[in-house]
C-alpha cells in the first residue's frame, strides 16, 4: 500500500516537472489563425499608475499613453536635436503674425479604437472638438491635472471656463472648433512653447464617451486611436495589441532623419515605405529590482530590452571615454547611449534667511559666500564616478545638454571643485565652524539617497563644514518629501529634473521668481532682473537674441550660486539582435515604440550582405 | 454551531472596530500624504486645497473614521488614489493571484516542515536531527532575498539551468500556471520550512516524552502509528495555530518581494504601494479584509480544535 502511494506520488510530480518544462520552451505566440505573432518585449524600471492622460505625469505613464492615444503632434524618430513633426495633425499649426492664434488642422478619418464606450462599439472619428475638449478636462477641477499648468494663463477664457463650474457644453474662446477638422486656439499671449505642448501625454485626445463611461476608471482603459490598444494592464506589466484601424502612414526615412553613418547597421531600411505599427502585440515589463531585469534580458526568451544597471557597468563596457561595449556584448546585442534630457542638481533654499536672499544686504552678501563655497566643494567628478558609472555629463548652469548647447558658453568654474576658493569665500564672509548654519538635506529614503548625502556631507567636511551641521531629513515617501520641498520646509534639495519639451525655458522656469513653492521654483529663487528677463522671453520666437538672454539667465543663477547644477546622467541601452528599432526614452519617449519591428526566423538566419 | 459561530461574530465586531481604529489613527497622523504625490510638478495653492479637499484630508477625524466604517459595512471603498481603479475590482482581481501564488508554498511548506520535524524528533539528538535543523537554521538565517535571487539565477535565468522564467504569470492552462508557480514556490518553502521545521519539531519533542507515549512504545506500538496516530493527532492543536493565524496573511498580503522580483501582479504589491504611497482606500479595505479575516480564522481555528480535541467545548 505504502509502495503504491510512492509511486503514484512520483508519477505524479514527474507528470507535473513535464507540463511544466513543457511550457518552458521558447514557444511562439500564435494569432487566432495560428500564423506566429510579432511580439515585442520591452522593459521598464518604473511602473506607471496612471493611464488618463490628465495625469500621465511620468516617462513611464507617458509610454503607454503615447502608445494608446494620439498627440497633435510628436518628433521625428531619429533626428538629433529633437525635432517635432504632425501626427495627429495634417501639418504643423499655421500661426498668425501676432503669435496669438495656432490653427491646426486635423487628418481626416482618424478612428478611435474599437470599444464598449461607443454605440455598437465601434471607434468613431476622432474629430476638433475632442482635442478642444481633452484641454478642457485639464481645467475641470474634479480631475486634479497634473499637467494644467502647460496652458495656465495661456489659453482664452480657459482657465475662467474651469472656475466657473467646468460646465463642457459650454464654449470656451480660446479653442474655437472652426469646423470638424479644424481647430483654432487663441493665446493670451505669445507662446512659442504651445505646439511642445501639443506633443506631450498630457495633451493626448480623449473620446467624451470613454469618460462618460469609464470616468476614474479611464486611468486604466485607455481608449484613444494610438497605433497599439490595451490589452492588458496590471502592477507588473502591461500588454498592448496593433490598433488595425490605425491610419495608414508610410515610412519616410530619409524625413524621420536617418543617416546611414550613425543609423547603419540597426536593420532600420526594413521599415522603410511600410506603415507602423509593425508588431502584433507590444509586452511592457515594468522592473524596478536591477537583478531580476538582467536575468530576465540575459536569459534570451524574455524581455528583449534594457538599460544597464550600475552594478553590471564594468562587465558590459570596454571603455568609458568613449563609450564601447566589450566585443562578445557587441556581438549578441545592439546598444546605444542616451544622454538624458534632464539633470540632476542640488537646490539651496532661499527663503532660508540665514543660507539665501536676507533683507540685509551684509547678510545676503554672506548668504551668498556661504552658498558658492559650497558649490565649489562639490567634486562632480567623484559624484558622477560613484553614482553614474563615470558616464554622466557634467555640465555648468541650468541648461542641459539635450536642451541647448548653452552650457558650452558658460564657465566651467561652478563645476569645477576649488577647495581653496571655497575656504577663502567662507573666511572673507567670516563664516567659521561655530556660526555656520545648520541646515536640513532632505531626501526620498533609499540607500542610494542616504550615499548621496553622505557623499555631499563629506565634500562640505572637506572646506570645514561640520558634519553635525547638516543634517539627514529622510522621508519614507516621494509625496511626503515633495510635500516638504513645496511647503520650503528644507534648506538644501538634491532634485532630478526630465524636461518635458526641449526647449531651455522648460527649466529656466525653474527658478522664475512667481514660480516659488508649491510651484516648480523649489529653490524659492527671486530675482527681479532674472524675472523680467524670463517674461521677455517667454513671448519670443527661438533664435540667437532668445539664446543670448537665455544665456544672460542662467549666468545670473550661476552667478547667484542658487543650485549645485548640474550633470545629465547617461544611459547605455541593449537590445536583442532580432529587433529593429533605436530606443528613446527621453523626449521622442514612448513614441519610438511604433518603429519597432521583429525580425522574422528567416531574417535571422540570412548573413548580413 | 451555529449559536457560536454567531456569537464569535458578535464578539468579533469590537475587534474589528479596534483594529480599523487604530488603523486609521495611523494612517491619518502617522502615513504618507498623498496630496504632493498627486500635485504634480508645478501646483499651485488651489489645486492643493482642491486635492486635499478630494481626499478627504481637510474632513475632522471621526467624521473620516465614520465614513471608513460605512465603507466597510457596505463594501464600497471608492477608487484607489493611485490608479484609479475601483478597490473591490483591485482586490478581487489581485487577491486570487496571491492565493495561486503562495498557496503551494504554504501547503508544501508545512507538510513538508511538520513531516521533516516527526524524523527529526523520533531521531533526536541523531545526525538525522542533526541534519534537518541544521538545514532549518540555514533557511531561517538567509535573507528571502538573496534565495529569491539565487534560485532565479539557479532554475531561471542563462546562468543557470534556464528550465523556467525569471518573470510573468499566467494561470490559463495548468502547464502555464506550473510552469510560472515553480520556482517562485520553491523559495517560499525553502524559507517556510526553516521556521516552520524548528516550531513543529519542539512541539512534536515535546508530546514524545509523554507518558501515553511511552505506554505506546512498551506495548511495542510501530513508528509510523506512534508518530502519526499518537503524536502527531495530540500535536495539532499548535499546529493548526499557527497554519490558521498565518492564513490572513497567506490571503491579503501575498509576498512582496516574490511578487516584484517575478512580475506577478498580486495583491501583495498592491498592498504595499499603498502603504508607501498613503493610499487609503486601498489600505482601508485591506486592513478591514484583514480584520474580519482574523475573526473567521479564529471562529474556524475554534471548530478545529473542537475537532482534533472533543475535550473542547463551543461554548
Redesign the interface.
Known sequence: MRNHAVTYLATLLVALGLVACGKGTDQPATGSDGSALKVYRHSMDGAPTNLDPVHSATIYANFLVLNTYDTLYSYKYLTRPYALKPNLAAAMPEVSQDGLTYTIRIKPGVRFVDDSAFANGQGRELVASDVAYSLKRHFDPSNRSQGSWLWAGRIKGLDAWGENGADYSQDVEGLEVIDKHTLAIHLTKPYPQLTYTLAVGFSAVVPHEAVTKYGRELSIRPVGSGPFRMAKFDTAKAVLEANPHFRQEPIDLAAEGFDPAVHGGLGLEAIEGRSPPFIDRLEIDFILETAARWNSFTKGNEIQFTSVPVEQTDTVLDSRDPIELKPDWTERYHSTTGVEAGFVFTSLNMDKPYLGHNDDPQQDARNRELRCAMRDAMDWTARNNRFYSGIGVVFPGIVPPAASDLHSKLSQDSVSRNLERARARLKKAGWTQDNLPTLEYGFQNSVTSRQLFEQFRGFMADIGYPSSKIKPVSFATFGDYNKAIKTSQLDVIPMGWGLDYPDSENTLQLFYGPNHTPGSNNSNYSNPAFDALFEKTAVMQPGPEREELYLDMSQMVVDDCVTISGLSRNRIYLWHKDVIGLPDREILGGFWLRYVDIKSADDQTTPAS | MLQYTLKKLLAGLPLILGVTFISFVLMVYFG??????????????E??A??RA?LGYDQPFFKRYTNYVIELATLNFG?SD?????VTRLLG??IPISLALTLPGFVLGNVIGILLALLAAYYRSTWIDKSIMTFAVVGMSVSFLIII?GF??MF????GL????????SMD????Y??YV?VPTLAIVFVSLGYNTRFYRAVIVEELGKDHIRTARAYGASARSILLKRVLKNSMIPIITRIMFSIPLVVISGSLLI???????GVG??TY?AI???DQPVLKAVVGATAVLFVVVLIVTDVLYRLFDPRVELK
Open positions: 504618507p500624504d498623498k496630496t504632493y504625490e498627486l500635485a504634480g510638478k508645478n501646483p499651485t495653492e489645486q492643493i482642491q486635492i478630494d477608487h493611485s490608479t484609479g481603479e475601483r482581481r489581485t535571487i532565479q539565477v531561471s535565468s542563462a546562468y534556464n528550465m523556467f522564467p525569471v518573470r510573468g504569470w492552462t495548468l502547464g502555464e506550473l510552469y515553480t511578487e516584484s522580483y517575478f512580475g506577478i501582479p504589491k498592491v504601494d508607501t504611497t498613503g
